[in-house]
């Protein structure tokens, strides 16, 4: 019985790869198991325009809900994969149950990193930005006037300062390297974006770390600086980055360095598993390189479905990124 194409993960990546293969008309079955509880949506909105409350999370939904079965693809939202039996080609889900594959893609994202308790990331009043609940939850709280610390000069912690001027919060962020955006801008880029801030009123402190943050009953109220000062904050967003969702790969005895290991084909070490999107790592100019992009994620997400559909053409990585600053 062909059992088809079965998708961990439901983002961006995930979604490219079975619209892809359904516009080359392939007719196998194809089933999507997702961990949120929404249909596939566009992620990059949510710290922008949808927690600024200009775009309804409809309008973020890649697809309406009905496009799924009309087009045969089996979308199972809430759904937590616990394993792979590799050898019986079936993947063990969190309620005991398992979907059997012929072919796997591997398209399960990655986390933000967090705080360690030890400094006070267990606090409430801090958080991060990866899906809608966090975004709900940040919308919640933005309000006029809160003194907001943002740890992290990337673009997700820009872009999230640039939306809480907009929203009347006061803004200090700090970043431990010696400029902001120093592992994906150059110089130039990184002082265009620094000056925009700070002409819209964002304190920012390069060469500034964090040592701990102070909170009381379980509420964060200050901030202990690298270089000892102290500051009152209302709320703390964490923006240092992400790590891969490795780890399924990882107990099913893939290759996983970083993210999981792939060819120029996105095959794993299983030949029958494919890996995209954020939690693959992929081979680019002689070394290697994981991509945290909406683009790549739907690049390389049509490339797979073409090569499953009988294409040979290997995928070549296209390493550009863009925000949305103001």
Known sequence: MTQGLVIVGAGQAAFSTASKLRSLKDERPITILGVEAHAPYQRPPLSKKYLLGEMSFDRLLLRPDHWYADNQVDLRLSTWV??????AKQLLLQDGSRVGYDQ???????????????????????????????????????????????????????????????????????????????RVASKETADVIHAAHIMHGVTIRERMGLRRLIGHDGKVERAELSDGSVLDV?????????????????????????GIVVDRFARTSDPDIYAVGDCALQPWEGS?????????AVDQGDAVATILAGGDQPYQPKPWFWSDQY
Do not use: F
Request: net charge negative.
């Open 288 to 296: 290697e390189i994981r991509l945290e992009s909406v683009q790549n």
């Open 104 to 182: 796997l893609v591997l398209a399960t994202g990655a986390t933000p990193r967090e705080l360690p308790a030890d400094i006070g990331g267990g606090h409430s009043g801090v958080y991060t930005v990866r899906n809608k609940d966090d975004a709900d939850r940040l919308c919640d709280v933005m309000k006029p006037g809160r003194r907001l610390l943002i740890i992290g000069g990337g673009y997700i912690g820009l872009e999230a300062a640039a939306v809480a001027r907009h929203l009347g919060l006061e803004v200090t962020l700090i970043e431990m390297a010696e400029r902001i955006l120093a």
């Open 234 to 258: 209302d709320l703390v967003i964490v923006g240092i980055g992400v790590s891969p969702n490795d780890g399924l790969a990882a107990r099913a005895g893939l290759a996983v360095r970083n």
């Open 82 to 87: 616990e394993g792979i039996d590799r050898a």
